[in-house]
């Protein structure tokens, strides 16, 4: 789960991170008046879950408060790869005299949670990796002992010269470590960690993405997620407990299981058309699991065919062919929907189908082939 | 032959009186695995039916299971908040192989985890995965058992039902299977497709492999460089999420493309690159190993 910078900043400021202080608004008034009580120049940041901020001009410097009204009259509203920015932060602006990146995410080949530190700060953390191998320092955490504190010296040692910084650093190293762990996050970063004129080392930025799998346990962080910035139609799915995400083409796709879900889709391009969706309605033969995952796959006005691909293993493919039975007649749908089944008792299903009106399938070549067609023919 | 599992596996079932254990228990014995224990804590010394008048000792804990029944391999059922603790469970009392299928199962519990079995040298399957079958002999997990049949080919994958749609071409084209492994969809698992490919590659009535990989870490990358190297028998790969789009998780907690890295189309170069031949749709597969192996 993303969250926004402001929620980043929050968990980094309970774990002792230095953060500049900081208020979030959503109108051009309250911005006005935040950027009043801070005194001095401010930046106003927008909060959505997109990368790229400032290259979008969603991160805009003001000298006044006027000014920052009126950046944020234009930044709010705005929408950044896709998103309406509906909220902006505003923090004091800091004089900056270096820039430095510090994260720590899995490194999933080594099973280990995985420090990255650079002196070069505020850029691609990826591109300085690839490109400059010698500019980044990684550490990987062993999970049994956690962060040990030499190994936060050893880091912050490669970030900074002066003896005040490394201690400075070494503290903060620690925290976000504390703050990665706490948060149960997949991912957490600062990016540009600075040194300011005085002397102080400050985590202006904020980037913090939530392990889904740690929600159950972590209630506070639970509470971060934005409604606002998630389509409808998955949070439906979501809720209900089915896995979707919403593309751009126009063959519905409903399959059971992850991986069969992503083949069907790109055996839908394979064959000339592109996908609406993906969608994994799990093991289930549940009609109302069926029902939900055609109102979310219908609520895509550009979806002209919907496509079941379900192999029935343990679940038989006459329970789920049944399901389909009873969830077309509970709804009303006015597209084609073609079906494919195959596995356990599939004569018995595609018999089931044919006497409710379906065209059945068992080849999963010919079904995809079909959906294509009917697509064309729309 | 098969890997990691066969007729010599003694089971030991944890969480076998939940939904899933229960079910998926009776499935196991009706295919013919040898389940000696359940594991419930509060519910030692009670029994589980099974099919055919089948009764299975229920123990408190895992280490009292290895004690009385001598089981030797473990399977997880339990919900996500306890599955960390009763993998490590099971390794502390001695079975050699642990099988975990709960999804859900926090990241920064599965890197302790890891830790504590390389510590303990005991394998880890999953989680997040449907388990193994060795066709005729064995199945731990919820692998469909009739779609399987005793056979040369390896089959190995990150995936459950896109797995048994590619077995099920396997079998209904008599191209049987020495074991089919489901490795989970999860960015951290304990058994890697390199694992496997070692496994089988020691296993001589295993005369083809299939690998089945998706979006999302590098294993498939990894799978590639080995077979390079040390896999003599024909390899058929496939790769799901060539449409997915970046940064977005594709069901399973491990697909993702993330940082432009683990996309299907670097993974297929991979293979291809290391002379493993790609399947371009499920369906080809039991095709590319049935002209494989007549050759």
């Given amino acids: 789960m993303d969250i926004h910078e402001y929620q980043a900043r929050e968990i980094f400021r309970r774990a002792g991170i230095p953060v500049p202080p900081g208020e979030v608004a959503s109108t051009s008034a309250e911005v006005r008046q935040i950027a009043d009580g801070l005194g001095g120049a401010v930046v106003v940041k927008a909060q959505v879950h997109a990368g790229g901020r400032g290259k979008a001009g969603g991160v805009k410097l003001a000298k006044s408060p006027a000014e920052a009204?009126?950046?944020?009259?234009?930044?709010?509203?705005?929408?950044?790869k896709g998103l309406t920015v509906e909220r902006v932060l505003v923090t004091p602006a800091e004089d900056i005299v270096s820039e430095a990146y510090l994260g720590v995410l899995i490194d999933r080949a080594n099973h280990a949670p995985l420090f990255i530190a650079s002196r070069a700060g505020g850029i691609d953390i990826e591109e300085v990796a690839r490109k400059t191998p010698e500019k980044v320092r990684r550490l990987h955490v062993d999970p049994r002992y956690g962060l040990l504190p030499h190994q936060a010296y050893w880091i912050a040692d490669f970030l900074y010269d002066d003896p005040s910084h490394i201690q400075q650093g070494a503290r903060i190293v620690g925290q976000l470590w504390r703050a990665f762990r706490e948060a149960g996050a997949s991912m957490a970063e600062?990016?540009?960690?600075?040194?300011?004129?005085r002397g102080e080392v400050k985590a202006?930025?904020?980037?913090?993405?939530?392990?889904?799998?740690?929600l159950f346990r972590k209630p506070d962080i639970a509470k971060y997620r934005d409604t606002s910035s998630e389509p409808a139609a998955e949070r439906q799915a979501r809720e209900?407990?089915?896995?979707?995400?919403?593309?751009?083409?126009?063959?519905?796709?409903?399959v059971n299981g992850a991986g069969l879900a992503m083949a069907t889709m790109d055996l839908v391009h394979h064959y000339g058309a592109e996908p609406a969706n993906f969608?994994?309605?799990g093991g289930s033969s549940n009609p109302d699991k069926v029902v939900t995952a055609l109102q979310i796959i219908t609520s895509d006005p550009s979806v002209k065919v919907i496509l079941f691909n379900i192999f029935g293993g343990i679940t038989r493919c006459d329970d789920v062919a049944n399901g389909i039975v009873e969830a077309t007649r509970r709804i009303q749908i006015d597209i084609p929907i073609v079906i494919r089944l195959t596995g356990t008792n599939e004569q018995l299903a595609l018999r089931i189908?044919?006497?409710?009106?379906?065209?059945?399938?068992?080849?999963?070549?010919e079904v995809v082939k079909e959906a294509v067609g009917l697509t064309r023919a729309a | 032959m098969s890997i990691l599992i066969d007729e010599r596996t003694r089971l030991a079932v944890q969480g076998i009186t939940g939904r899933d254990g229960s079910f998926h228990a009776t499935q196991m014995m009706e295919y013919g695995t040898r389940v000696v224990a359940g594991v419930v804590p509060g519910k030692g010394g009670t029994t589980f039916a099974g099919p055919r008048d089948q009764r299975v000792p229920i123990f408190n804990s895992m280490d009292e299971a290895v004690r009385e029944s001598g089981a030797n391999t473990s399977v997880v059922y339990v919900p996500p908040a306890f599955a960390a603790q009763a993998i490590m469970e099971a390794a502390d009392a001695g079975v050699g192989l642990v099988v975990a299928i709960t999804e859900g199962v926090p990241v920064l519990d599965m890197a302790r985890v890891h830790a504590f079995m390389r510590d303990k040298g005991v394998r880890l399957v999953g989680p997040n995965c449907p388990g193994l079958i060795s066709p005729g002999k064995c199945k731990v997990g919820i692998l469909p058992g009739q779609i399987v049949a005793p056979g040369p080919v390896g089959v190995i994958s990150r995936s459950g039902t896109l797995t048994y749609e590619a077995v099920y071409h396997l079998t209904n084209a008599q191209l049987g299977q020495t074991t089919c492994v489901g490795i989970g969809g999860d960015p951290l698992v304990g058994t890697s497709f390199v694992d496997c490919l070692e496994a089988f590659s020691n296993d001589p009535e295993t005369r083809a492999i299939v690998i089945i990989g998706e979006i999302g870490g590098t294993?498939?990358?990894?799978?590639?460089?080995?077979?390079?190297?040390?896999?003599?028998?024909?390899?058929?790969?496939?790769?799901?999420?060539?449409t997915a789009p970046p940064g977005r998780r594709?069901?399973?907690?491990?697909?993702?493309?993330?940082?432009?890295?683990?996309?299907a189309a670097e993974k297929i170069r991979a293979f291809e690159d290391a002379g493993i031949a790609v399947a371009r749709r499920p369906a080809e597969i039991a095709q590319m190993i049935g002209s494989a192996l007549r050759h």
């Avoid at chain 1, 009204?69 to 950044?80: D, P, V, Y």
């Avoid at chain 2, 294993?219 to 040390?230: C, G, I, S």
Wanted: charged share 20%; proline share 3%; net charge negative.
């Fill in chain 2, 219 to 242: 294993d498939e990358q990894e799978a590639a460089r080995f077979v390079k190297e040390h896999i003599e028998v024909p390899v058929v790969g496939f790769v799901a999420g060539q």
């Fill in chain 1, 353 to 365: 189908l044919e006497d409710a009106g379906f065209t059945a399938y068992t080849s999963m070549d």
């Fill in chain 1, 279 to 281: 969608l994994d309605i």
């Fill in chain 1, 240 to 254: 209900a407990g089915l896995s979707y995400v919403k593309l751009d083409g126009d063959v519905g796709c409903c």
């Fill in chain 1, 69 to 80: 009204g009126s950046h944020a009259a234009e930044i709010l509203g705005m929408r950044i």
């Fill in chain 1, 190 to 197: 600062i990016n540009p960690l600075i040194v300011t004129p």
């Fill in chain 2, 250 to 263: 594709m069901g399973h907690a491990g697909a993702i493309i993330s940082g432009g890295s683990g996309t």
């Fill in chain 1, 204 to 214: 202006i930025d904020a980037k913090v993405s939530i392990d889904d799998n740690e």
